[in-house]
């Protein structure tokens, strides 16, 4: 087979793409899409402006609390596969923030598969506190070592499989189901009225779903960087009062969650006990296990 790249004038191609950018920027459909943008934003603000203000707040105090780890928590003390866990939660915080910044935009179905990503990444810091036989190991192939599978963590390590099943959760694994399957259901019962195109539609259903995905994401994050990344503590390293912030936001918050009127957000919180101290367990050399046979049985 001969080489066609040689028939290829790279300088030629170039200037082709450049007068065909020059033919067709700027983009009156970029224009638009930056108006709706702005144009969400401005009436989620209305609506919603006190969760833009929580979620800023305590996404702060997540970034903040997470940078003190290195310098508060006693590192020499951590086992050994805690390093891992630190850096999971670390490269977890920009997927969270570009699951806020999509949703305020209107792209509520980006902001869940972003969402989903920091969840399942929580997830996988709690595996790894389960099977911390060799740290790190869950990226990787390895033959007669248990692979990682968010779904079979949950429902048959942790037995919670009422998470898998929650529509608060699996949102964040069918997102693009919604609109595809509402507008096949309008089509079924009066037929195509308008033309299909993209759009920014003010879902207030979906708004709310995510708002509280989000909520519950900074809570589990603060919870884990609090209650196990920053243990052992060195006490004269401690910023004692960034640590009471995050003591008050997450009092504030589980105290919310605990109110909600679905039943499932109350749940699942109260649920997050039950995983830490499995994985505290763990740092106590004890076994995880006898932690689920008193909670959920056999």
């Excluded at 020059?22 to 009156?28: G, H, M, T, V």
């Excluded at 960087?225 to 004269?236: C, D, T, V, W, Y």
């Excluded at 640590?243 to 969650?257: H, P, T």
């Excluded at 699942?268 to 830490?276: A, K, T």
Aim: proline share 4%.
């Amino acid at each position: 087979m001969t080489d066609s790249r040689a028939d290829i004038d790279v300088d030629v191609l170039t200037k082709q793409f450049d007068a065909f950018c020059a033919d067709n920027l700027p983009s009156d459909v970029l224009r638009q899409i930056h108006e709706m943008e702005q144009g969400h934003l401005a009436q989620l603000s209305h609506t919603h402006g006190r969760f833009i203000s929580q979620f800023e707040a305590s996404y702060d105090i997540l970034v903040r609390i997470l940078a003190h780890v290195n310098y508060g928590a006693d590192r020499a003390k951590w086992p050994g596969h805690r390093i891992v866990q630190f850096i999971i939660a670390n490269e977890n915080l920009k997927p969270i923030y570009s699951a806020f910044d999509k949703l305020v935009r209107g792209y509520p179905e980006d902001s869940f598969t972003l969402a989903r990503v920091a969840y399942e990444a929580f997830l996988r810091i709690v595996f790894i506190s389960l099977y911390p036989q060799v740290p790190g190991y869950s990226f990787g192939d390895q033959k007669g070592v248990r692979k990682f599978n968010a779904t079979n963590l949950v429902e048959q390590d942790l037995r919670l499989d009422r998470w898998n099943h929650y529509s608060i959760l699996s949102a964040m694994v069918h997102s693009y189901k919604f609109p595809v399957l509402k507008k096949l259901v309008d089509i079924g019962k009066h037929g195509q009225r308008e033309p299909l195109v993209m759009s920014f539609d003010y879902d207030e259903t979906l708004l709310e779903v995510g708002i509280n995905i989000l909520k519950f994401l900074v809570f589990i994050y603060l919870r884990l960087a609090s209650e196990i990344l920053l243990q052992p503590r060195k006490p004269n390293a401690v910023d004692a009062e960034l640590l009471n912030k995050v003591s008050l936001y997450i009092d504030l918050e589980s105290r919310c969650f605990m109110s909600h009127p679905k039943k499932d957000w109350q749940t699942v919180v109260g649920d997050l006990d039950y995983v830490f101290d499995m994985v505290r367990a763990v740092d106590n050399d004890e076994d995880w296990k006898n932690i689920r046979e008193v909670m959920r049985g056999s």
